[in-house]
């Protein structure tokens, strides 16, 4: 995902920001309504940074990718419309941090 050069890099800023704008374009510009990614069970970064963003496991496939060598399971994960809404913060929503009082004069 995103060409990232270092498995680490899904768990710096560059990873979060470009997911964050995926999935917004995704669910709020598209409103398609769910989202689907792969990923290898040598890619533990990219793996930790779509559950991080809601995505869930829908199953794994033993066995099914050949590199170096080796076979490698892939499995898949996905995040529902319904659910990454319910995650989201607003940006123009009142938090405890932004909130302000009006007064009504």
């Known amino acids: 995902l995103f060409g990232l050069a270092q498995e680490e890099d899904y768990a710096g800023p560059i990873g979060e920001e470009a ?3 995926l999935l ?10 769910k989202v689907m990614a792969q990923c290898l069970e040598t ?6 940074l779509l559950v991080r963003h809601g995505f869930a ?12 060598g080796r076979y490698l ?6 995040v529902v ?9 607003p940006v123009d929503a009142p938090t405890a941090s ?8």
Do not use: C, H, I, P
């Open 19 to 21: 997911m964050a704008w």
């Open 24 to 33: 917004g374009a995704a669910f709020v510009k598209r409103r398609l309504s």
């Open 43 to 48: 890619e533990s970064g990219y793996r930790d």
């Open 57 to 68: 496991s829908d199953g794994v496939q033993r066995d099914v990718v050949y590199t170096g």
């Open 73 to 78: 399971a892939l499995e898949t994960l996905s």
């Open 81 to 89: 419309r319904d659910a990454y809404l319910a995650r989201r913060t």
């Open 98 to 105: 932004n909130a302000k009082v009006v007064s009504a004069s």
